[in-house]
C-alpha cells in the first residue's frame, strides 16, 4: 500500500459518533482509561458514543481495506492500527476472563455476538459489561445455522437478515432499544459462501456493514489446540499489516485463547500498533 492511499484512508477511517460519519486522524487515537460501570447498570448512549469516539473505525473502509490488501506488509513512520475480534460469545467462562485482559491491558475489542447465547440473566450481564466498558457490539446472527443461513452453500437473504433482526432484537432487549448494531460478521465469513452480493441492499437498507479479518489465531480450525498452537497460527498468518483484523473467539471451550490473548496484544504493541474497535 502507498502512504498516499493509506493516508486517504485513516483521513475517513475515526468516527466521531457510532453512527459512523466523520473523520479524525488516526495518529492521534489516545485510548482512553476503561471506566467503571458499577456505579451505572447502563451506559447511556451518550456517554458510550463520547467514551468510544477516539477509538471507533467505521467498518466498510477497514473491510474494503483488509479485502484488497491482505498481503500488504507495512512502512515505516505508518500508523498501524489492530482489531482483536471475538465470535459466538458471549460465555460465563471465557468471556469475562477476556474482558479482564482487556481491562488490564487497557485495549478495547469488537464482539460479535450469537444470540443463542444470550438465554441467560448471567450471559446479558456480560454482554451489558461489554457495552459499559466500551467494547463494540457486532451482529453474528441468531442462530449460527449455515444449513439455515446458506443452503447448499448459497447466501439466502431473507433468512439471514430475519436471523440479524432477531438478534439485534435479543440485544435490545438487555441493552436499550436506541442500541444499533452496526457492524456484522456472518457465521463462516462473508467471502466464505455464494451469492453474498444478494446482501449488499438489504445490508445497505439495515445501516450495517460486513467484516472478516486478515489475522487469526486458529481457535476455530479443525482440533482444540493449545495456547503454543494458537500463538504459532498468530505468528504465521500475522504478517504486521497495516490494519490487522484478528479472528478469535469466547465461546465455551476456548480457554486457551483466553492464555494467549496477552502473547497477541504484547506482540501487536511491540510492533507499535494502536488498537480500535470496528463500528
Known amino acids: 500500500m502507498n502512504k498516499a492511499y493509506l493516508s486517504t484512508l485513516v483521513s475517513f477511517c475515526m468516527l ?22 458499577a456505579k451505572n447498570n447502563h451506559l447511556k ?10 477509538y471507533a473505525y467505521d467498518t466498510k473502509i477497514i473491510e474494503d481495506n483488509i479485502r484488497s490488501v491482505r498481503s500488504n506488509t507495512s512502512q515505516d513512520n505508518i500508523q498501524k492500527v489492530a482489531f482483536l475480534t471475538f465470535d459466538d460469545g458471549p460465555s ?14 487497557n485495549v ?13 440473566d448471567s450471559c446479558k450481564a456480560v454482554l451489558k459489561r461489554m457495552y459499559n ?3 463494540a457490539i457486532g451482529n453474528h446472527t441468531f442462530c449460527h445455522d449455515y444449513k439455515y443461513l446458506y443452503p447448499n452453500r448459497y447466501a439466502n437473504a431473507n433468512h439471514i437478515i430475519k436471523d440479524l433482526k432477531k438478534n439485534e432484537s435479543v440485544m435490545k432487549e438487555v441493552l436499550g432499544q436506541d ?5 456484522v460478521r456472518l457465521p463462516g465469513g462473508f467471502a466464505s459462501w455464494k451469492n453474498t452480493k444478494a446482501l449488499k441492499e438489504p445490508f445497505k437498507e439495515c445501516h450495517v456493514n460486513y467484516v472478516d479479518w486478515n489475522v487469526l489465531n486458529g481457535d476455530a480450525e479443525g482440533y482444540r489446540k493449545n495456547k503454543e498452537q494458537l500463538i504459532a497460527r498468530f505468528n504465521q498468518t500475522f504478517k504486521e499489516q497495516d490494519i490487522v483484523v484478528v479472528l478469535m473467539h469466547d465461546t465455551y471451550g476456548k480457554e486457551s485463547t483466553v492464555e494467549a490473548l496477552p502473547y497477541i496484544i504484547e506482540k501487536l504493541q511491540s510492533k507499535g500498533y494502536n488498537f480500535g474497535i470496528l463500528n
Open 133 to 135: 466498558e466500551g467494547h
Open 108 to 120: 478495547k475489542a469488537t464482539f460479535f455476538i450469537l444470540g443463542e447465547q444470550l438465554n441467560n
Open 92 to 105: 460465563t467462562t471465557n468471556t469475562p476472563k477476556i474482558l479482564d485482559v482487556l481491562k488490564a491491558y
Open 16 to 37: 466521531t459518533s457510532i453512527c459512523m460519519t466523520e473523520a479524525n486522524d488516526i495518529t492521534n487515537i489516545s485510548t482512553p482509561q476503561i471506566q467503571s460501570s
Open 45 to 54: 448512549k451518550e456517554e458510550r458514543e463520547i467514551m468510544i469516539k477516539s
Open 179 to 183: 442500541f444499533h448494531c452496526s457492524v
